[in-house]
């Protein structure tokens, strides 16, 4: 198993790892980044969400590294000042919104600094935008956002479904865009550069870390692109058997402070 010795910063991802399932931020998971603060690693998150809609954790979690949205389509300061954005190809989106309704699942697409879907009553979102913070615009049609889009969703209840778009619509669009599941009803379409891999890599550029000082935590395929850039990598006791496989280590679900004792075993040494 990979070591934790020497870690240096830690990458969490936020839905399903960082908050609970009911999205709260526990007082022992913000207590355990105190922790990893004064102990000197850096601590930094990624996530689908948008920007914007990981602002509420910049004062509890006192963030000083720049977040990762849309998994590193748009990179930000805690000022919420826009560092990096990486669209998706106006062709690819289309295609993608295209391939989503004929596999029948709703759509999303998010530009930089907006949320925009056809059906305000459509399954997750209102709780979408119960976690971002911020609501959606009513659209008839995407084209005139297609130049725009930072990522596309694809929204099911059928699991299977979702995982069905991911390998049909991942092939599709092989070389020219990032699909992978974030969540076991939603999937993510962003910039080919998009991936939490390269939040990784970004991170490890601006900082001048190698990669074996990285520690990841992640509860989603997603996140296992972190994992194997990354010199240390905890999988979430919430993730599947094929997500935990390729991790160096498994903590607790997100529901029993998994988050939280993975940094005080892993990274604190107990402490």
Do not use: C
């Not at 970004?202 to 001048?208: E, N, P």
């Amino acid at each position: 198993m990979a070591s934790a010795a020497n870690i240096s910063f830690l990458l969490a991802d936020v839905d399903g790892t960082l908050v609970t399932e009911d999205k709260v931020l526990t007082p022992r998971a913000r207590d355990a980044v105190m922790r990893l603060n004064g102990k000197g690693i850096r601590f930094a998150i990624t996530s689908g969400r948008p920007p914007r809609g990981m602002s509420m954790f910049v004062d509890p979690l006192a963030l000083a590294e720049p977040i990762a949205g849309f998994n590193g389509g748009a990179y930000v300061a805690p000022d919420m000042s826009v560092l990096e954005t990486h669209t998706l190809a106006a062709d690819a989106a289309s295609k993608a919104i295209d391939m989503l309704g004929k596999l029948g699942l709703d759509a999303w697409l998010y530009t930089g600094d907006a949320w925009y879907l056809r059906n305000q009553d459509a399954p997750h979102v209102a709780r979408e935008g119960w976690t971002v913070k911020f609501p959606p615009e009513v659209t008839k049609s995407y084209e005139d956002y297609y130049n725009q889009a930072v990522k596309i969703v694809g929204i099911s209840d059928d699991h299977r479904l979702v995982q069905k778009a991911e390998t049909e619509i991942g092939n599709a669009l092989d070389g020219s865009a990032s699909v992978a599941r974030s969540q076991p009803y939603y999937l993510d379409i962003t910039n080919i550069n998009a991936t939490k891999a390269a939040v990784v890599r970004y991170h490890a550029s601006r900082l001048g870390v190698p990669a074996s000082e990285i520690a990841t935590i992640g509860d989603m395929p997603n996140d296992v692109l972190m994992f194997r850039v990354s010199g240390f990598s905890i999988a979430m006791g919430n993730a599947s058997d094929e997500v935990k496989s390729q991790a160096s280590a498994v903590t607790d679900s997100y529901n029993d402070e998994g988050f939280a004792k993975a940094v005080e075993r892993f990274l604190l040494g107990g402490s």
